[in-house]
């Protein structure tokens, strides 16, 4: 087990372009959480996965980003119409079903849109 | 709407000192409290996790404690390193299973 993957590593692109970010989750991992973080500031919880249902999205989460996990394995995050307030670090964690196991996260996808 | 708070925002210590690391928490319906670690440009590492119903957990230098009718835990790291400084982030797992996180305590160890 290779713990969360999240591809790719960053990701430069220009305003008003699409960017879609990929997350591996631990396997057998059902739960699926994205966040995204600002220069210094904690996580922010965008929405998560329970299998391949969506539970919640947060209102910041607005109608230019969709996120699925169509088979309960891998995760997408898209945004589409890229703004400069997207730039940030989007973070991608999994646990089990159980509380009782650890939050695991992934590296991270650096986005800088110019 | 659940709000986890950390205090210092940022603190600098001499190498060897005892320290305290604080969050607080607005709504005690939690499943349990998580302390990360944060390196810059990294993702989060897990430190250690407590459950609603535990006080305290402990790895290495590292304890947590946990009050939860209080709405409160914190981070003691003993004897401090260099390696220590990084950004420390706490965050509580709320019974919807929704993880919210505190802004976090930068921490800076002087050699």
């Known amino acids: 087990d290779t713990g969360v993957s999240q591809n790719p590593r960053h990701k430069i692109t220009k305003r008003g372009q699409n960017v879609t970010f990929r997350c591996d989750p631990i396997?057998?991992?059902?739960?699926l959480y994205w966040y995204r973080q600002t220069l210094g500031q904690g996580p922010e919880f965008l929405t998560y996965?329970?299998?391949?249902?969506?539970?919640?999205k947060s209102r910041l989460l607005s109608d230019r980003f969709s996120a699925e996990r169509p088979k309960g394995s891998f995760s997408t995050l898209e945004i589409q119409r890229t703004e400069q307030g997207d730039s940030a670090m989007y973070l991608c964690?999994?646990?089990?079903?159980?509380?009782?196991?650890?939050?695991?996260f992934g590296n991270g996808t650096r986005l800088t849109v110019t | 709407k659940q709000e986890v708070t950390q205090i210092p925002a940022a603190l600098s210590v001499p190498e060897g000192e005892n320290l305290v690391l604080n969050c607080s928490f607005t709504?005690?319906?939690?499943?349990?409290l998580q302390w990360f670690r944060q390196d810059p440009g990294k993702g989060l590492t897990s430190l250690l996790l407590i459950q609603s119903s535990q006080r305290e957990q402990t790895s290495g230098r590292l304890n947590a404690s946990l009050d939860k009718s209080s709405g409160r835990s914190t981070l003691y790291i003993a004897a401090s390193q260099p390696g220590d400084s990084a950004t420390y982030l706490c965050?509580?797992?709320?019974?919807?299973?929704?993880?919210?996180f505190g802004k976090g305590t930068r921490l800076h160890i002087l050699p």
């Open positions: 996965f329970q299998n391949e249902a969506q539970l919640e």
């Open positions: 709504d005690s319906a939690i499943y349990n």
């Open positions: 965050a509580v797992r709320e019974r919807d299973d929704k993880i919210i």
């Open positions: 396997s057998e991992h059902n739960r």
């Open positions: 964690a999994s646990s089990p079903g159980t509380v009782r196991i650890p939050l695991h």
